[in-house]
């Protein structure tokens, strides 16, 4: 091979490697484009990291739920639920705070509002993260299985006032009410795109909501509390 010819392989490769960098800040640019606002579906689902955003009528009402629960002043924490804290964001009118725990971070975006959570170190916790200082806790646990769940509840224990609203699927009931004490309600949240696990949500206090009121267990069948 002559010089020329290394030459232009060098040449070659200097003008591919421009060109890749060039198509890969196009890429980020579509990206993150309206990563700044908090628009449910702005950040696009990343299903190797098992997310699956809610429909927007499920975040709203989640969101409503959360604001209800938190009261005023109240800080509510979401824990792996970036779509209820994007509906958060659109409700906000000063009354509460909402902090994001979130392993994707692309969700840095939202700034000192967003902590970096890994589940598999439920107490490698931000300072900032007190014992007990949110009011009401949503989270949902990114993977079924009792090891994702167990860990995230260290979590959810350690900075609940009381309150907590849990989502995961129907065949984690047994072990939500083992670890956090919660209730299935009678409200099934929806996803924008189906899941092949039945999906529920639970919570460990009285909804005024009708829909979000807890179901009881007895002689083996579901009985529904009087929405009265």
């Given at each position: 091979?002559?010089?020329?010819?290394?030459?232009?392989?060098?040449?070659?490769?200097?003008?591919?490697?421009?060109?890749l960098?060039?198509?890969?800040l196009?890429?980020?640019?579509?990206?993150y484009?309206?990563?700044?606002?908090?628009?449910?579906?702005?950040?696009e689902e990343?299903?190797?990291?098992?997310?699956?955003?809610?429909?927007?009528?499920?975040?709203?009402?989640?969101?409503?739920?959360?604001?209800?629960?938190?009261?005023?002043?109240?800080r509510i924490?979401?824990?792996?639920?970036?779509?209820?804290y994007?509906k958060?964001?659109?409700?906000?009118?000063?009354?509460?705070?909402?902090?994001?725990l979130?392993?994707?971070?692309?969700f840095?975006?939202?700034?000192?509002?967003?902590?970096?959570y890994?589940?598999?170190?439920?107490?490698?916790?931000?300072?900032?993260l007190?014992p007990?200082?949110?009011?009401?806790?949503?989270?949902?646990?990114?993977?079924?299985?009792?090891?994702?769940?167990?860990?995230i509840?260290?979590?959810?224990?350690?900075?609940?006032?009381?309150?907590?609203l849990?989502?995961?699927?129907a065949?984690?009931?047994?072990?939500?009410?083992?670890?956090?004490s919660?209730?299935?309600?009678?409200?099934?949240?929806?996803?924008?795109?189906?899941?092949?696990?039945?999906?529920?949500?639970?919570?460990?206090?009285?909804?005024?909501?009708?829909?979000?009121?807890?179901?009881?267990?007895?002689?083996?069948?579901?009985?529904?509390?009087?929405?009265v």
């Amino acid at each position: 091979m002559s010089d020329s010819d290394n030459d232009n392989d060098t040449q070659l490769s200097v003008y591919a490697l421009a060109a890749l960098q060039e198509f890969q800040l196009d890429q980020q640019k579509k990206q993150y484009a309206g990563f700044n606002n908090y628009i449910v579906g702005s950040i696009e689902e990343d299903w190797q990291l098992s997310q699956f955003w809610y429909s927007d009528e499920t975040a709203l009402r989640l969101a409503q739920e959360a604001i209800e629960a938190a009261g005023s002043d109240g800080r509510i924490a979401c824990i792996s639920t970036p779509s209820i804290y994007q509906k958060l964001k659109q409700l906000g009118n000063g009354e509460f705070t909402a902090i994001l725990l979130e392993y994707d971070r692309r969700f840095s975006v939202y700034g000192k509002e967003f902590v970096f959570y890994d589940y598999n170190y439920p107490m490698n916790l931000h300072d900032d993260l007190q014992p007990h200082s949110c009011d009401m806790v949503i989270v949902d646990p990114p993977y079924l299985s009792e090891e994702c769940l167990s860990k995230i509840a260290l979590t959810v224990k350690y900075l609940s006032k009381g309150k907590i609203l849990l989502c995961t699927g129907a065949i984690m009931e047994d072990l939500a009410a083992k670890l956090l004490s919660v209730k299935m309600c009678k409200f099934l949240p929806e996803h924008n795109r189906n899941l092949a696990n039945e999906f529920r949500c639970y919570i460990n206090y009285e909804s005024r909501y009708p829909s979000l009121r807890q179901k009881c267990f007895e002689a083996g069948q579901y009985k529904q509390q009087s929405d009265v």
